[in-house]
Structures are given as structure tokens and as C-alpha cells.
């Protein structure tokens, strides 16, 4: 996703003020794409054609002849109503406020034409259906390969946080600069030799900077994360704006690391707060919580071991796939994107899905 930061994305965003396209989608216009995608649909048939992201999303929209989904990895028009509320007044503010205005009513242009939406969680769902009112949507939750992230013996550091995330996502870069501008602090007056890892590609100014207070590196895109997960003692995740759920946290708790989360950095896992992950709030709880999970490493092993076998039961992309698989099977026939192309009792071809 893209937000307004730039002398030149903020120049492109003004240009796109008075369109009723949101500046999110209108960015990633591309000439090469859409042509690319029309012709491979005249080459080679399809049984389905899945879309990812709402911002790629009329590429396909108006397909016909093969069933079309669209995968929502986040419900953007709740994404950047969350995002108004931590920006600081000024430019850049105003502008992300606009798509918040545009996106309720492009996701009601764009979904209908659809023949089904993905949400990965019921919140998520709920949210699309409210918005786009007969949606057809099915949650098809994140998952994580259990046998890629799994617990490594013994190799965790003392006093060592983690995070990890990609900062070309907006509230990443916020939950990082509250963490150690507010919260680790706290966590440092009582236990000062803390470090932080803040692990992830293209991390700005703001975040990079961040890397210049004592404890605190700052990696940029690594080959792997498991390292980073495996040393560390707690993996924090004090995001305070966002959608969907978080692929972080689904990582760390396959590796069978303690995760500290606010509310909304868990919202739509089907988690236990106190089981499989300590849930804070405010940069006094979190603090709080971070710190009792270093002082008390059977307490962390405790966790860990709940939080992976949770993991193994519900989000494992094995038990996943399954469920978007028999999505793709028993998805409706003959509705106006005309019918699916599979054997009616047989599996859809891996090949044949976009």
C-alpha cells in the first residue's frame, strides 16, 4: 500500500483529488499489466482466476466466461480510517483521509463484480459485508508453513526483543516508532541491558533512525527471519493500526516464541490471551508485560509451546489450503461470471488457477 509521503506522491495524490478513484489504487496503475493479464486470458484457459489486493483488483473485474475471486488481505477502507487517527495533523494527513472517504464506496463498485470475496478473518468479513451489503465472502484465514517455522533448541538471548515486518507497510513503521519512543524506555528502567532487533525491508527515515538509540539495530530486508525469531527472548508486536490479521505473529508462534500483542496486532486470530500470547495495551501495560515475560523464562516456554500447537491445529497451511481448495469446488455454478471449468468430483488443476 502506498500513503502520501513524498514531494512527488503528494503532488500525484493532489492530481487525483477530484477522481473518485482512491489515490491507493490509482498509484498502482499500470499499462504493462493489464494487457499482459488480457492476453494470457486469451491464451490458456482457466478454471479460476483469484486476484490479490483490492488495488489489482480491476484487472479482473470485469472477466467473464471464468469464476473470479478476490482475495482481501486487509479491508482497506478500514485500514486508512485507522490510519487518519495516528497520522499528525498536516499534509499528508489530509490526503490519507481522502481515500478513507473514496474506499467504502470503491470497494462497493468493485467487489459486486466478483463472484466471491476472501477475508481472513470474521472480522474482516463481517466488516465487507457491512460495507458492501450481499458480498458473498468466505474467510480463508492466513496461514504459516509449520514445518519451514518450527522451534529451534535453545538459542534465544537474553533480554532480546524482536520485530519483524515489512515497513513498505505503513503501520509497522508507527508501531515501531511508539515501541521505542514510548515503551521500551520503560522496559530499559528495569531492565537495562534490553536490546531490540527491528527486523524488516525498507524500513524510512523515521525507522532507520531508530537504529541510533542504545540496544536498538535496525537490519533491513534479511534473507531469513527465523534467526532473528529464534534468538530473541520476546517477540513484540505493539501495533495500533491495521486490518486483517498478522503474519508475524502466526510465525513466531510456529518457532514456539513468546509474543507480547496489543488487542488490535491479534485482531481476527483465533488466540487465547494468557495461553497463546500475552495481549497489552498502552505503553505502560505493554512495558509491564514484556518485561515479566523476561524475567520468567518458564512462563515464555509455556507460551511458546501453547501458541505452537495452536499453530498446528488451526493455521497450518496444510489445514488452509484444504479449506480454499473446497472453496474452489463447491463455489456455485451458473451464476452471471458463468460456470466453473473443473470436474465436478474431481480436484481443481493446480495449473489452472491464476
Not at 480510517?81 to 499528525?88: C, T
Not at 505503513?170 to 522496559?187: G, K, Q, T
Not at 534473507?223 to 517477540?235: E, G, I, K, S
Request: aromatic share 6%; charged share 25%; proline share 6%.
Amino acid at each position: 500500500m502506498t500513503i502520501p509521503e513524498t514531494p512527488r506522491s503528494i503532488r500525484s495524490h493532489f492530481a487525483n483529488l477530484l477522481s473518485a478513484t482512491p489515490y491507493y489504487r490509482a498509484v498502482m496503475s499500470s499499462t504493462e499489466f493489464p494487457a499482459e493479464f488480457a492476453a494470457l486470458m486469451t491464451r490458456q484457459r482457466f478454471d479460476v482466476v483469484q486476484v490479490e489486493l483490492l488495488h489489482a483488483a480491476h484487472v479482473a473485474a470485469h472477466v467473464r466466461g471464468v469464476r473470479t475471486i478476490l482475495d482481501m488481505h486487509n479491508v482497506e477502507s478500514v485500514l486508512f480510517r485507522r490510519l487518519v487517527r495516528h497520522q499528525r495533523p498536516g499534509l499528508a494527513r489530509v490526503l490519507t483521509w481522502s481515500d478513507a472517504v473514496k474506499l467504502p464506496a470503491y470497494q462497493r463498485r468493485i467487489i459486486p463484480q466478483f463472484d466471491h470475496c476472501l477475508a481472513v478473518s470474521d472480522q474482516d468479513a463481517d466488516e465487507l459485508r457491512r460495507v458492501v451489503p450481499g458480498a458473498r465472502v468466505t474467510v480463508i484465514t492466513n496461514g504459516v508453513d509449520p514445518e519451514e517455522f518450527f522451534p529451534q533448541a535453545s538459542v534465544a538471548q537474553p533480554n532480546s526483543l524482536v520485530f519483524t515486518g515489512s515497513f513498505t507497510y505503513p503501520p509497522n513503521a508507527e508501531a515501531m516508532v511508539f515501541f521505542c519512543r514510548d515503551v521500551l524506555p520503560r522496559i530499559r528502567a528495569v531492565v537495562p541491558d534490553v536490546r531490540l532487533s527491528i527486523v524488516g525491508q525498507r524500513p524510512g527515515p523515521q525507522v532507520r533512525a531508530l537504529g541510533r538509540l542504545p540496544g536498538v539495530e535496525v537490519t533491513g530486508r534479511v534473507p531469513d527471519v527465523r534467526p532473528y525469531l529464534a534468538r530473541a527472548t520476546v517477540v513484540v508486536v505493539p501495533l495500533r493500526v491495521g486490518s486483517g490479521t498478522r503474519l508475524k505473529i502466526l510465525e513466531a508462534m510456529a518457532m514456539g516464541r513468546p509474543i507480547v500483542s496489543t488487542s488490535l496486532g491479534a485482531e481476527g486470530l483465533d488466540v487465547c490471551a494468557g495461553e497463546d500470547l500475552e495481549i497489552a495495551d498502552g505503553a505502560a501495560s505493554f512495558a509491564r508485560a514484556a518485561v515479566a515475560l523476561l524475567r520468567d523464562p518458564d512462563r515464555c516456554a509455556r507460551l511458546g509451546t501453547h501458541a505452537r500447537r495452536t499453530v498446528m491445529q488451526r493455521y497450518a497451511w496444510s489445514i488452509v489450503t484444504d479449506r480454499l481448495e473446497s472453496l474452489y469446488r463447491t463455489m456455485e455454478t451458473g451464476s452471471d461470471r458463468g460456470s466453473m471449468c473443473s470436474d465436478r468430483n474431481g480436484d481443481l488443476r493446480r495449473d489452472g488457477i491464476l
